[in-house]
């Protein structure tokens, strides 16, 4: 008798560790990520800003020399075959709620530095959590208590579970130390609310 309650005792605990390994098992979360490029296109945007500043630019000097240079000596400076000469440039700023950019460039009569277009690649990341539903099949080891008629005991033993949509149908089979004998119950019950 001390015998088969050890082996129940050994059993059960086995049964507990298997439940829990598999119940570990039975829910799986994927995470699944979706990504959404916009493209915006903006054909000659107006500037937000204009800064204008003057910078100093080399320029070649053009050298004539006289058209009768066999008897005419011509000197040419060595140290000086340029002249500085001050230019426009410009630095221009476009600005929208997408997107900001700088042009600059050199400003001379109706030519200015401009933006002909931009484009611009907005991302939307969305991710999904993919819960797996529980399995349909559930088998593990079970405990309880019951109260008959104004008795009551304890039983240990193992429980079968289906669910078919909101019905449940549970076989429980156990052992009652109180009686010393065999447990074994059924249920079928419907779930009215969940979360």
């Known amino acids: 008798m001390v015998l088969r309650k050890i082996i129940l005792i050994l059993l059960l605990t086995g049964l507990f560790f298997v439940g829990w390994w598999l119940g570990r098992r039975s829910v799986d979360v994927r995470i699944i990520e979706h990504t959404r490029i ?3 296109y903006f054909e000659r945007p107006q500037p937000h800003k204009i800064l204008s500043s003057a910078i100093s630019v080399e320029v070649p000097k ?3 020399a006289p058209a009768d240079t066999t008897f005419t000596t011509v000197t040419i400076n060595p140290n000086r ?3 500085p000469v001050q230019l426009p440039f410009e630095r221009r ?3 929208d709620s997408s997107y ?3 042009v600059s460039g050199i400003a001379l009569g109706d030519c200015h530095p401009t933006l002909e277009h931009i484009e611009t690649y907005g991302r939307t990341i969305t991710q999904q959590k993919i819960i797996r539903t529980p399995y349909r099949w559930q088998l593990g080891p079970a405990a309880g208590v019951y109260y008959v008629n104004r008795t009551g005991g304890v039983w240990i033993g193992g429980q079968l579970h289906r669910n078919i949509g ?3 149908i549970t076989a429980s089979l156990g052992w009652d130390p ?3 004998g065999p447990y074994v119950q059924g249920s079928i ?3 009215l609310w969940r979360k």
């Open 178 to 180: 109180r009686d010393n």
């Open 62 to 64: 053009w050298l004539f």
């Open 100 to 102: 900001f950019a700088i």
């Open 166 to 168: 909101r019905f449940n």
């Open 93 to 95: 700023e476009y600005r």
């Open 189 to 191: 019950s419907m779930d």
């Open 81 to 83: 075959d340029s002249v």
């Open 38 to 40: 916009d493209t915006a």
